[in-house]
């Protein structure tokens, strides 16, 4: 037979708490405590209880505005079976102030230094093994060079052939026609060659294997990361500086100058089809002044700008790809962050030349 009595404040509870019991107790409770004011439920007389007895004392509790502190006297079995089928939450977390606009920027900063100087630690570890790889070619998979030379340089030709022509005859067309209204319309080659040598050639060319093969870099890496392909090699004693990202730098250091110099003939043939066509320019005139406006400094410069164009899309390309967190998602969004990095770099870097080699 289960009771209820109320002293000083402490309703004592004794018997069975269970199902059959319920509905009794709560309109005895109702009946002759509804209104007294409790403080404390005394379960030292409690034989059973079942999740309808817990119900039963958490409606008591709710009721008086009390928590689960205020049981008290329960041997150790009623109290596991309270803690087991108890539905009442603990105090509601406190929400988090946001932070303010300063501590979110300086936030932002530190994770931006953050990843330049892992940025940096990768590429002095990529440089590092590919100087060494050229002597020494343990823990390297033969012929990856040459097969990533032919998936960052052959098959980029015809896209690049075909954006180079359009950028050849656009600027041909453009400025030609400007400078056929003073009659200087024979400086045409001039202008394109300085523009399309120095500048657009490398530009270009960049942003292009930035779209096609950085983002093939990162997308490879990032999926062997998620798939614990990386992790892999490492348990096999393979660097996987030295097996991943190696051979694609050394190919695209060696593939880029190929490519970039197939952009500037692309280019120059689209102006010269539009110089001679189209603005009374003799062929002869054409190419002698292209050739003769170039100096051996434009070339090297050239030369310097396609090596590093090249070397900031493999390492942007190798970073984002290494660090992916997350599954098909995550690789997703690392090849989006390189593209949109490598382009970036790309361009701050050839700002940066035309600063110093103005």
Same mark, same amino acid.
């Given at each position: 037979m289960s009771k209820l009595s109320i002293k000083d404040q402490t309703l004592n509870i004794?018997?069975?708490?269970?199902?059959?019991?319920?509905?009794?107790?709560?309109?005895d409770f109702d009946h002759k405590f509804g209104k007294e004011k409790i403080s404390k439920?005394?379960?030292?007389?409690?034989?059973?209880?079942?999740?309808?007895?817990?119900?039963?004392?958490?409606?008591?509790?709710?009721?008086?505005?009390?928590?689960?502190?205020?049981?008290?006297?329960?041997?150790?079995?009623?109290?596991?079976?309270?803690?087991?089928?108890?539905?009442?939450?603990?105090?509601?977390?406190?929400?988090?102030?946001?932070?303010?606009?300063?501590?979110?920027?300086?936030?932002?900063?530190?994770?931006?230094?953050?990843?330049?100087?892992?940025?940096?630690?990768?590429?002095?570890?990529?440089?590092?093994?590919?100087?060494? +790889?050229?002597?020494?070619?343990?823990?390297?998979?033969?012929?990856?060079?040459?097969?990533?030379?032919?998936?960052?340089?052959?098959?980029?030709?015809?896209?690049?052939?075909?954006?180079?022509?359009?950028?050849?005859?656009?600027?041909?067309?453009?400025?030609?026609?400007?400078?056929?209204?003073?009659?200087?319309?024979?400086?045409?080659?001039?202008?394109?060659?300085?523009?399309?040598?120095?500048?657009?050639?490398?530009?270009?060319?960049?942003?292009?294997?930035? +779209?096609?093969?950085?983002?093939?870099?990162?997308?490879?890496?990032?999926?062997?990361?998620?798939?614990?392909?990386?992790?892999?090699?490492?348990?096999?004693?393979?660097?996987?500086?030295?097996?991943?990202?190696?051979?694609?730098?050394?190919?695209?250091?060696?593939?880029?100058?190929?490519?970039?110099?197939?952009?500037?003939?692309?280019?120059?043939?689209?102006?010269?089809?539009?110089?001679?066509?189209?603005?009374?320019?003799?062929?002869?005139?054409?190419?002698?002044?292209?050739?003769?406006?170039?100096?051996?400094?434009?070339?090297?410069?050239?030369?310097?700008?396609?090596?590093?164009?090249?070397?900031?899309?493999?390492?942007?390309?190798?970073?984002?790809?290494?660090?992916?967190?997350?599954?098909?998602?995550?690789?997703?969004?690392?090849?989006?962050?390189?593209?949109?990095?490598?382009?970036?770099?790309?361009?701050?870097?050839?700002?940066?030349?035309?600063?110093?080699?103005?």
């Amino acid at each position: 037979m289960s009771k209820l009595s109320i002293k000083d404040q402490t309703l004592n509870i004794s018997g069975k708490i269970v199902i059959a019991n319920i509905t009794v107790l709560l309109k005895d409770f109702d009946h002759k405590f509804g209104k007294e004011k409790i403080s404390k439920l005394n379960l030292k007389d409690v034989e059973e209880i079942d999740g309808a007895g817990v119900s039963f004392i958490e409606t008591i509790l709710d009721r008086n505005k009390l928590t689960s502190e205020s049981l008290e006297n329960g041997n150790p079995t009623i109290m596991k079976t309270i803690e087991i089928f108890k539905t009442i939450k603990g105090e509601s977390a406190v929400k988090p102030v946001p932070d303010n606009i300063f501590v979110k920027t300086g936030d932002n900063f530190l994770s931006f230094i953050k990843q330049i100087v892992d940025g940096l630690y990768l590429a002095s570890d990529t440089i590092w093994w590919s100087i060494t +790889g050229i002597v020494n070619k343990k823990g390297r998979r033969k012929g990856s060079v040459t097969e990533q030379a032919i998936a960052i340089g052959l098959d980029a030709l015809p896209i690049v052939a075909l954006l180079s022509f359009v950028i050849g005859f656009i600027l041909t067309l453009q400025s030609g026609f400007q400078l056929q209204k003073f009659g200087a319309n024979v400086y045409i080659a001039d202008l394109l060659s300085i523009s399309i040598v120095r500048e657009m050639g490398p530009l270009i060319t960049a942003i292009i294997i930035a +779209g096609r093969s950085g983002s093939a870099i990162a997308s490879e890496i990032a999926t062997m990361k998620v798939t614990e392909e990386i992790d892999a090699l490492k348990m096999m004693a393979l660097n996987p500086i030295k097996y991943v990202i190696v051979p694609k730098f050394h190919a695209i250091t060696l593939t880029m100058p190929i490519l970039v110099a197939f952009s500037i003939l692309i280019s120059m043939g689209a102006g010269l089809l539009i110089s001679v066509g189209f603005l009374d320019v003799a062929l002869e005139v054409y190419i002698s002044r292209s050739i003769n406006i170039l100096a051996v400094k434009d070339i090297i410069i050239t030369l310097i700008k396609t090596i590093t164009f090249s070397w900031l899309i493999v390492i942007i390309g190798a970073y984002y790809g290494m660090k992916v967190t997350g599954g098909a998602e995550g690789v997703g969004k690392a090849t989006t962050s390189s593209v949109v990095t490598s382009i970036f770099a790309v361009i701050l870097a050839d700002a940066a030349f035309s600063l110093i080699y103005l």
